[in-house]
Every structure is written in structure tokens, then in C-alpha cells.
């Protein structure tokens, strides 16, 4: 048994930097977890593999290439599960000996097992050679989340999968039907489309991704019903039957029934809180086993604190990551701040889309007098260049100020792109920034410029004053 000043559960980006921002404060840190291999969701069966899966599937088919070279152009011809895998494999291979090297460089021990508490100090590491206790001043939980498995869903990892078991499977499906409109549901969709599955995407809301811009959704749907998604909003499934010839049978409650060689459940999260053992140091989980926490990432027992996707929205590895360090800077009493204001979401579905502050409905609704301008990737020489004809990016801006509020964007680049707008807001930089300064050309951020012309060449004259 040893004690240590904190100990972290779960290696995924919450764990990893909560473990790494305590050692770097001259701290003992241990790090538990249950699985193999370290990296968590992020890089085991999440974020990594279905970006390499996105990369491998845009190279091989040559999708980026065909508005340059024709609907026909191919990198090659008959694509495999094998092709797909290869760049998975290599890319999590490398992130897994990154984490291990950045944990031995830190002097963070690595204990494998999975771990509950005995009581608010104590955790129990279960493994298959025994059992052993530690103690710890601080507990960061960074245990993060499982796919849902709705009771009434015949899941059999086969025909019938949820969203883990797509990376898993033996061959790339003939058709799929994915039952949930969310991030992983859009991505896989439209990644899966591109690679010349046929792709039946349901969701129960009128429209994908709520919370994006209602214009970048748009065009976002349209290029996706171009490549081949059937989109059903407004639906749910009410019945699901593996058929004799091996093809998956679904009852709709609206739209006719359908069929396909596979069926995808993509509804969401639940938190991976069972077995903790909350209930020995007085912690209850919600519905979807997700903790609650304070702005410092305090659960109700302020030594113990959780980060990452088990204390639900927005759940993401780059939010994750900061919540770790965020809680292992207040446990020590060093200055914490995360800017939640300006958090950027970045989507990779095909096109990758990407948003940084509010949009036109939030400025609606609060009564912000707010101008527009837009970009179009074809009427830059850059967007030329790469053969993306379809993207865009759009300002929102303060009508009299000129203050930027928010910056949307669908098209190649556009989660790289977002972090300029994002600079621009955080010194809360107006759009004459974008209009005074010279950009390199040709590149996609001249966007910025040509938006921002865009805002207020529409806007009446005279033009608020320009500083
Ligand atoms: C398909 C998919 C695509 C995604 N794409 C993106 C993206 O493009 N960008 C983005 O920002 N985010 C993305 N995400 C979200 C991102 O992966 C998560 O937000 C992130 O991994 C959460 O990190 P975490 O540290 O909270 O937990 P996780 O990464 O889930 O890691 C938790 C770890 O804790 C371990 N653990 C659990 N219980 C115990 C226990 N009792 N004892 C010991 N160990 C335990 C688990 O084995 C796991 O290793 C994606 C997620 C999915 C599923
Ligand atoms: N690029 C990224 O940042 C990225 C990528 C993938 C996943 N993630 C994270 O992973 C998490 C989980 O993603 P997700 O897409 O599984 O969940 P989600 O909660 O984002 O979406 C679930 C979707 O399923 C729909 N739905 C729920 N029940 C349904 C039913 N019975 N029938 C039809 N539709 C139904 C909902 O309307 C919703 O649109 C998210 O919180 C997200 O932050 C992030």
C-alpha cells in the first residue's frame, strides 16, 4: 500500500492531465486503470480511431480530389477493412507510447486494475492477480463514459452494433442504418458514405446538431444527402428483427421499414460510474451515471474531484484534458480559470464544420444587434487550390460595436481555422481586425478578411467608426 497526494482513475485525457499537472507541482501521483492499454475513449476507441478511420477513408477514395479530377477519381479501387485499420493501428500504437513515456517522465506510477473506493481516501485496485489498497490526499475520478445500450435493442456486436462495436467489425457493412443524429452519428455517417457505403441516418429531433449554426446544418445535410445518407428527422425505431438471410429488419414509426446489412446505435453516452463504490463516500450518480461537480471540478466531497466526460456536457477530449489540469491546479491550490465562454467545437463529419462563440438564433433570442458577413471557399484562390467549392465561413458581429461573436464554418480546415476568430474573440477584437491586416496568400484564413468586408459592406451607411 502506499500513499500518494493524488491519485487519478481513468487514463483518458482527463486522467492523463490531471496525473501530469500534479507531478508537475512536485506531487506523488499514482494513475489507475482498468483496461491494457492507456488513453482511454480517446485513443482506443473514440476520438483516434474515428479520426484515422476519416483520414484512411478521404485518402483511399480520393474524396478530396474529385471536384479537381472527376465523381471517378479513386486512390484505390476495391478499399478493405485491412486498408482501414492499417492507419488506426499505426496512429494509436504511436498516442498510447506517448502517454506511457509522458507518465514515466513525470514519475506518475501507472497501477492497472479497475479501482473503487473503500472509503473517501481509499481505493481498492482490482486485477486479475489480486487486489491491493492506496490512499491518496486528492481523488481525481476520470473514469469516463460507455456507449448506451438501450434494454429494448438486440444488440449482437454483428448486424446489430452501438458505436464501439463499428470499429471492431470484420468487414466494412454493405448498408447501414444509424439510429442517432448526434456527433458520432453525423461523423460516422458521412465518413461512411464516403467510402460508398449506402447510409440511412435517424434522428428523433427535426434537424442534426441543434446546437450548430442553422445555415452550416444546412448546407452540412444537403452535401451529405449528396454522397448517399438518407436522413429520417422526426423518427425513432420501433422495432428491430435480424432476418434469416442475415439482414437487419427495421420498424419505423413514421417513414415504411427498412433493411440493411447493418444496424448502428448512436443515441448517446452513459457515464462508467458503476462499481466506483459512490455509495461508500457518499457520491450518487445521475440517470446516465454522470457525476456533478462545482466550477473547480469539486464533486459533494471536496477532496474528490471529476473531469471529463463523466460530468456530462460537452464531453469532448479537448474540454477533458482542461478539467483534468483545471482540478489538480485548484487541489493545490495553484490559479485555475478554464474560459467556457469561447470553447470551439470542432465536428469532423464530411465536410468537418466547426463554431466558436454564439449563433444568429442565440443572438436572436437575446436581443443582440448583430451583422453578418460570409466567405465562400470558392471565391478564395486557396479554396481553389484544394477543390473545395463548397465551404464557408461566417462572421457574426456586433452591429454598432463591430465586436466579433461568433465565427462558423463548414469546409476543409475549418476546426483549424475557428481558433483565429477564437484569438480575435478572446481579446474581444472587433472585425476591423480582419479588415486592416494582411493575410497570407493564398489561404483559407483570408476567409476572415473577405467575411468581414462581406459584414459591413452590408450594413447601412454611414459605418460605425473605424478604429
Ligand atoms: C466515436 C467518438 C469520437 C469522438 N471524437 C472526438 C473528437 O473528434 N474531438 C473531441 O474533442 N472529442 C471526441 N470524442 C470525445 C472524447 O473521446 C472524450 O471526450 C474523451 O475521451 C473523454 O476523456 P475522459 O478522460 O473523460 O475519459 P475516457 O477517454 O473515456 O477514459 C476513461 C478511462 O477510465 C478507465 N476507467 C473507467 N472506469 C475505471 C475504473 N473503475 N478503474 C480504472 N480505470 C477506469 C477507462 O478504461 C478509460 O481508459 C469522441 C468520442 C467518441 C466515442
Ligand atoms: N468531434 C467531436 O467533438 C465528437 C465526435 C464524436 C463524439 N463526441 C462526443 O461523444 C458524445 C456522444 O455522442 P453521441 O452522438 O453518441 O451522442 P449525442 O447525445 O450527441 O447524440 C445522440 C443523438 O441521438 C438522438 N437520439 C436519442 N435517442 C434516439 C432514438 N431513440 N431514436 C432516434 N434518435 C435518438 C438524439 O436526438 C441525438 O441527436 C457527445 O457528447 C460528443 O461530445 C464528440
Given at each position: 500500500m502506499a500513499h500518494y497526494d493524488l491519485l487519478a482513475i481513468g487514463t483518458g485525457p482527463a486522467g492523463q492531465k490531471a496525473a501530469v499537472q500534479a507531478a508537475k507541482l512536485g506531487k506523488k501521483v499514482g494513475i489507475i486503470e482498468r483496461k491494457e492499454v492507456v488513453g482511454g475513449v480517446c485513443i482506443n476507441t473514440g476520438t483516434i480511431p474515428s479520426k484515422s478511420l476519416r483520414e484512411a477513408v478521404l485518402y483511399l477514395s480520393g474524396f478530396r480530389q474529385r471536384s479537381l479530377y472527376g465523381?471517378?477519381?479513386?486512390?484505390?479501387?476495391t478499399i478493405t477493412i485491412e486498408d482501414l485499420a492499417f492507419r488506426a493501428n499505426h496512429v494509436i500504437k504511436n498516442e498510447i507510447q506517448i502517454v506511457e513515456n509522458q507518465m514515466a517522465r513525470n514519475h506518475v506510477d501507472m497501477l492497472y486494475g479497475s479501482a473503487s473506493f473503500v472509503d473517501p481516501h481509499r481505493l481498492e485496485i482490482r486485477h486479475s492477480s489480486g487486489t491491493a489498497e492506496h490512499t491518496a490526499d486528492f481523488i481525481v475520478i476520470a473514469v469516463g463514459t460507455e456507449p448506451a445500450r438501450p434494454a429494448d435493442v438486440p444488440f449482437d456486436d454483428d448486424r446489430v452494433i452501438d458505436t464501439d462495436g463499428l470499429l471492431r467489425l470484420q468487414r466494412i457493412p454493405e448498408s447501414i442504418v444509424i439510429v442517432g443524429g448526434g456527433v458520432i452519428g453525423t461523423e460516422y455517417a458521412s465518413i461512411l458514405a464516403a467510402l460508398g457505403v449506402p447510409v440511412v441516418l435517424i434522428d428523433k429531433?427535426?434537424?442534426?446538431?441543434?446546437?450548430?449554426?442553422a445555415e452550416i446544418i444546412d448546407a452540412l445535410q444537403r452535401q451529405m444527402q449528396e454522397i448517399g445518407v438518407t436522413l429520417y428527422h422526426n423518427e425513432e425505431v420501433s422495432g428491430i428483427k435480424t432476418q434469416a438471410d442475415g439482414l437487419v429488419h427495421v420498424s419505423l414509426q413514421e417513414a415504411k421499414a427498412i433493411t440493411a446489412t447493418t444496424l448502428m446505435y448512436a443515441v448517446g453516452r452513459v457515464g462508467a460510474?458503476?462499481?466506483?463504490?459512490l455509495e461508500r463516500v457518499g457520491l450518487t450518480a445521475d440517470a446516465r451515471g454522470r457525476l456533478a461537480v462545482n466550477e473547480h471540478f469539486?464533486?459533494?466531497?471536496?477532496h474528490i474531484y471529476a473531469a471529463g466526460?463523466?460530468?456530462?456536457?460537452?464531453?469532448l477530449a479537448s474540454t477533458s484534458m482542461q478539467q483534468g489540469r483545471h482540478a489538480a491546479c485548484h487541489a493545490f491550490g495553484q490559479p485555475d480559470r478554464t474560459d467556457t465562454a469561447l470553447l470551439p467545437y470542432g465536428i469532423y463529419s464530411i465536410p468537418e464544420i466547426s463554431m466558436v462563440g454564439r449563433t444568429e438564433e442565440e443572438l436572436t433570442l437575446a436581443n443582440v444587434p448583430f451583422g453578418v458577413g460570409i466567405a465562400r471557399y470558392r471565391e478564395i484562390a486557396r479554396g481553389q487550390l484544394i477543390g473545395d467549392d463548397t465551404g464557408m465561413l461566417k462572421l457574426l458581429f456586433h452591429r454598432q460595436t463591430l465586436e466579433v461573436l461568433g465565427v462558423h464554418a463548414i469546409g476543409e480546415g475549418a476546426t483549424e481555422l475557428i481558433h483565429i476568430g477564437q484569438a480575435v474573440m478572446a481579446y474581444r477584437g472587433k472585425i476591423d481586425y480582419f479588415i486592416d491586416t494582411v493575410f497570407n496568400y493564398?489561404?483559407?484564413?483570408e476567409c476572415y478578411k473577405v467575411a468581414a468586408l462581406d459584414g459591413i459592406n452590408r450594413l447601412p451607411r454611414p459605418w460605425p467608426p473605424h478604429e
Open positions: 465523381a471517378g477519381y479513386r486512390l484505390k479501387h429531433r427535426p434537424r442534426l446538431l441543434e446546437f450548430v449554426d460510474s458503476d462499481g466506483l463504490g469539486q464533486t459533494a466531497v471536496p466526460d463523466i460530468i456530462g456536457f460537452p464531453a493564398p489561404t483559407l484564413a
